[in-house]
């Protein structure tokens, strides 16, 4: 289960009833349900960043801190483990991105979505070469070879028998096999495998750009299972497969929810099937979790200081009928400091604070840095803006329960209040909350790197994995299982393996005929996702743009500035031409965030990606698939 949002949103209306909760969120849906079937939980650990100051090679499947971590302190984090060991870095991407800039020895573009084709023939190799921990596979996993698969398990579903052909598809996972689908030279994948193989020790990781498309479930377990094969899990300078750790954090005290009465959740991304049809959500179709299936339809919506109810959403024209009809969700609910594009679908509208406009702090953590960031109130909110407490206060007050909800408290009490609970864990705080308004930052040095599952990787009979096994689960019973009972789309599938699934429209998809170019999105240092997408000097500064290879751009007569139309069958949107060798050909990418911008025909003219995006959610985490489109791209 995902921990709700610690906002008064979520305590008034647990005094009221409860509410319908969701799991997992927009960045990380994918590889947060599919991973842990690997290695077992509810979110699988990476070693810290810095931690590949002990690393040989560190390969990064895009993976891309520079940019979405741009904080800095991670910039220079990895800028520090980079240089204080010389340590290769190998970054796999469809984009030369501002990591592979900083910090890269090698970039390897790929094919958007055929991560886990190239992973399949990493192994091949590293299997058919001997290259493998074979003592790591027979002590901490199961579901290897033919022997150790668990019991149950049909004859030729190994994770050995998959790769080399003997499985039921009969298909070695060959270099050759895979440069067809993910672009990458026969020659260059062969070496890739012993580099990885010979590093001593490897830290391999992935971003959370490619579990983002529909079969990324899959995507983040078969890269994972290149630290697994080669016995990187549990030790220094290597990693699990997944994305580094996000850093130490301090205790601090959070806001008091109470407890939900609904136990009732679905996935972050579909619930606008909870609107528009939700007698077809069940649990083994739609991911409910918490019951077999949804008895209500979503009727009230709070949207507090979010852009996803369109803008951040996949699919937008699709979205804009089902959010248009208020016979369906009767009401929604805007708290936001901006008019966003999400906003414009508002019953009611109310203005929040700004971070100015009222106290706060902000806990977070970067490698061997935890801090705290008192944010000072610096003006009285302006207009009719009011703090989210009060708001909540507010209508708490009007339905009787205003009492059980401040406790008698102010905003600013309540933080008094956390703060003290928070003192009693970090003593050093300053005394009172005023000094440490007044203090502004505090921050905590953590000398060791984090390892993740170092105790398991010890001693895994005193410390085994959150799996049922106990150990890393390369063939999963429970994915098996529900490959056998979930419904699932024409395209999807489930596989208790992590095998490569071709995308409905990726790669090798017949749909390139018509629609020849592959399109992702990626973080733009313009904004934060979507914010700030309306400060037009940010935007003279870096405007938005499509990015194109030259051979492309050649192809349809489009030059450097050019105003272009990408479309597919979704939608339209116009935006500048940005030509650039540091995409590879047949690829596209728009920066996620603009502002949807439609004109009277509809069609979006500030470069949104998501009026290209797919409403179709993934098959096991019911996720968001938003690089997984093709388009065509015209000059205009």
């Known amino acids: 289960s995902w921990p709700p949002a610690a906002t008064p949103v979520a305590r008034l209306m647990n005094l009221v009833g409860g509410y319908l909760n969701h799991y997992s969120d927009y960045s990380t849906c994918q590889i947060t349900v599919g991973m842990p079937y690997l290695y077992g939980g509810s979110w699988v650990d990476g070693n810290s960043l810095s931690d590949m100051e002990n690393?040989?090679?560190?390969?990064?499947?895009?993976?891309?801190?520079?940019?979405?971590?741009?904080?800095?302190?991670?910039?220079?984090?990895?800028?520090?483990?980079?240089?204080?060991?010389?340590?290769?870095?190998?970054?796999?991407?469809?984009?030369?991105?501002d990591s592979m800039?900083?910090?890269?020895?090698?970039?390897?573009?790929?094919?958007?979505?055929?991560?886990?084709?190239?992973?399949?023939?990493?192994?091949?190799?590293?299997?058919?070469?001997?290259?493998?921990?074979?003592?790591?596979?027979?002590?901490?996993?199961?579901?290897?070879?033919?022997?150790?698969?668990?019991?149950?398990?049909?004859?030729?579903?190994?994770?050995?028998?998959?790769?080399?052909?003997?499985?039921?598809?009969?298909?070695?996972?060959?270099?050759?096999?895979?440069?067809?689908?993910?672009?990458?030279?026969?020659?260059?994948?062969?070496?890739?495998?012993?580099?990885?193989?010979?590093?001593?020790?490897?830290?391999?990781?992935?971003?959370?750009?490619?579990?983002?498309?529909?079969?990324?479930?899959?995507?983040?377990?078969?890269?994972?299972?290149?630290?697994?094969?080669?016995?990187?899990?549990?030790?220094?300078?290597?990693?699990?497969?997944?994305?580094?750790?996000?850093?130490?954090?301090?205790?601090?005290?959070?806001?008091?929810?109470?407890?939900?009465?609904?136990?009732?959740?679905?996935?972050?991304?579909n619930w606008y099937q909870a609107i528009d049809d939700y007698k077809q959500m069940t649990a083994t179709t739609a991911g409910i979790r918490g019951r077999e299936r949804l008895i209500a339809p979503i009727k009230f919506i709070w949207n507090y200081a979010g852009n996803c109810l369109t803008n951040q959403h996949g699919g937008i024209n699709q979205m804009h009928p089902i959010l248009l009809d208020d016979k369906k969700c009767e009401t929604i609910v805007v708290i936001?400091?901006?008019?966003?594009?999400?906003?414009?679908?508002?019953?009611?509208?109310?203005?929040?604070?700004?971070?100015?406009?009222?106290?706060?702090?902000?806990?977070d953590g970067d490698s061997n840095i935890a801090y705290v960031i008192f944010d000072n109130k610096c003006i009285e909110p302006l207009g009719e803006a009011k703090s989210i407490y009060d708001i909540c206060a507010g209508v708490a007050n009007e339905l009787g329960v205003k009492e059980a909800f401040t406790e008698g408290r102010t905003q600013y009490q309540w933080l008094e209040k956390l703060y003290a609970e928070s003192r009693k864990a970090i003593p050093e705080l300053p005394p009172t909350l005023?000094?440490?308004?007044?203090?502004?930052?505090?921050?905590?040095?953590?000398?060791?790197?984090?390892?993740?599952?170092?105790?398991?990787?010890?001693?895994?009979?005193?410390?085994?994995?959150?799996?049922?096994?106990?150990?890393?689960?390369?063939?999963?019973?429970?994915?098996?299982?529900?490959?056998?009972?979930?419904?699932?789309?024409?395209?999807?599938?489930?596989?208790?393996?992590?095998?490569?699934?071709?995308?409905?429209?990726?790669?090798?998809?017949?749909?390139?005929?018509?629609?020849?170019?592959?399109?992702?999105?990626?973080?733009?240092?313009?904004?934060?996702?979507?914010?700030?997408?309306n400060?037009?000097?940010?935007?003279?500064?870096?405007?938005?743009?499509?990015?194109?290879?030259?051979?492309?751009?050649?192809?349809?007569?489009?030059e450097f500035g050019d105003r272009v139309k990408v479309f597919n069958g979704r939608g339209v949107s116009f935006v500048k031409a940005k030509i650039t060798p540091r995409i590879m050909p047949g690829v596209v990418s728009l920066p996620e965030g603009a502002w949807h911008t439609p004109n009277a025909a509809g069609e979006d003219t500030n470069g949104c990606v998501n009026v290209l995006t797919k409403l179709l959610p993934t098959a096991l985490a019911k996720g968001n698939p938003h690089h997984t489109n093709l388009v065509q791209v015209e000059k205009a």
């Open 535 to 558: 400060c037009w000097w940010l935007q003279e500064v870096a405007p938005q743009e499509l990015w194109i290879n030259p051979i492309d751009a050649k192809a349809r007569g489009i």
């Open 336 to 363: 936001d400091t901006t008019l966003t594009p999400s906003a414009r679908y508002a019953d009611f509208l109310l203005p929040s604070c700004l971070n100015l406009e009222e106290h706060d702090w902000t806990s």
């Open 434 to 533: 005023e000094e440490a308004y007044t203090m502004g930052v505090y921050k905590r040095y953590f000398p060791e790197n984090h390892i993740a599952y170092k105790a398991f990787r010890d001693d895994p009979e005193a410390n085994p994995l959150p799996s049922p096994s106990g150990k890393i689960e390369i063939y999963s019973p429970r994915l098996a299982e529900l490959a056998e009972t979930w419904t699932l789309l024409p395209g999807q599938a489930i596989t208790a393996l992590p095998e490569y699934i071709p995308n409905p429209e990726g790669a090798i998809s017949p749909e390139r005929k018509e629609w020849p170019l592959q399109l992702i999105g990626h973080h733009y240092k313009q904004r934060t996702h979507s914010t700030y997408g």
């Open 101 to 269: 800039v900083s910090v890269g020895d090698e970039w390897i573009p790929i094919r958007p979505g055929t991560d886990a084709a190239l992973s399949a023939a990493l192994a091949y190799v590293m299997i058919t070469e001997d290259l493998i921990d074979k003592p790591f596979l027979a002590k901490y996993a199961i579901g290897y070879d033919e022997e150790s698969l668990p019991k149950g398990a049909p004859a030729g579903s190994s994770y050995k028998s998959y790769i080399l052909g003997q499985g039921p598809d009969k298909t070695p996972k060959t270099p050759a096999w895979a440069s067809r689908i993910t672009g990458i030279p026969p020659a260059r994948i062969e070496k890739l495998a012993r580099e990885i193989a010979g590093a001593r020790p490897c830290f391999i990781c992935q971003g959370w750009g490619p579990q983002r498309t529909t079969n990324g479930e899959n995507i983040s377990r078969a890269i994972g299972m290149l630290a697994v094969l080669t016995g990187n899990v549990g030790i220094k300078g290597g990693n699990t497969g997944a994305r580094e750790n996000a850093g130490y954090k301090l205790p601090m005290a959070t806001f008091p929810t109470l407890e939900n009465p609904v136990k009732t959740e679905l996935s972050c991304f």
């Open 55 to 97: 690393s040989e090679l560190a390969v990064f499947f895009g993976n891309n801190p520079s940019e979405t971590r741009m904080s800095g302190c991670k910039a220079k984090t990895l800028q520090h483990a980079r240089f204080t060991r010389n340590t290769r870095v190998i970054i796999i991407d469809p984009r030369y991105t």
